[in-house]
């Protein structure tokens, strides 16, 4: 299963620390991931094997919708920073849209992005 990650700028710490937290569950076999630049970045540095994307304002966001729409990326961890402005607040729209449009998982938040984990989990 392919799960994206994104975070902005002032969530990418929480996501990396989510990611160590649930390290057991994404280190399996069956996990990929994929990010956009720097959060990927900031993934592979933790430990984490990870497909980067080109940063989210310069197209990643817009990459990650299109493997949504193909039905590669089966979810979507977006850690969305909800209390600054982004340039690029057309591309992440799109992206939420997508994954509504495609019956995608999407967590903009810890919790939910645990709550779908721990779904998960008792798959694999």
Do not use: W, Y
């Given at each position: 299963?392919?799960?994206?990650?994104i975070?902005?700028?002032?969530k990418?710490?929480?996501?990396?620390?989510?990611?160590?937290?649930?390290?057991?569950?994404?280190?399996?076999?069956?996990?990929?991931?994929?990010?956009?630049?720097?959060?990927?970045?900031?993934?592979?540095a933790?430990?984490?094997?990870?497909?980067?994307?080109?940063?989210?304002?310069?197209?990643?966001?817009?990459?990650?919708?299109?493997?949504?729409?193909?039905?590669?990326?089966?979810?979507?961890f977006?850690?969305?920073?909800?209390?600054?402005?982004?340039?690029?607040?057309?591309?992440?729209?799109?992206?939420?849209?997508?994954?509504?449009?495609?019956?995608?998982?999407?967590?903009?938040?810890?919790?939910?992005?645990?709550l779908?984990?721990?779904?998960?989990?008792q798959?694999?």
């Open positions: 299963m392919e799960i994206a990650i975070a902005h700028d002032g990418k710490a929480d996501l990396i620390d989510f990611l160590i937290k649930n390290e057991a569950v994404l280190h399996n076999e069956k996990i990929r991931l994929i990010g956009t630049g720097t959060t990927g970045g900031k993934a592979e933790a430990g984490f094997k990870t497909q980067r994307m080109l940063s989210g304002p310069l197209g990643g966001d817009a990459q990650i919708a299109g493997r949504v729409a193909e039905g590669i990326t089966k979810m979507v977006f850690f969305k920073d909800p209390l600054s402005s982004h340039p690029h607040e057309a591309d992440i729209n799109m992206l939420i849209r997508v994954c509504d449009v495609h019956n995608v998982p999407l967590a903009t938040n810890e919790a939910t992005a645990q779908l984990l721990d779904a998960i989990a798959q694999l």
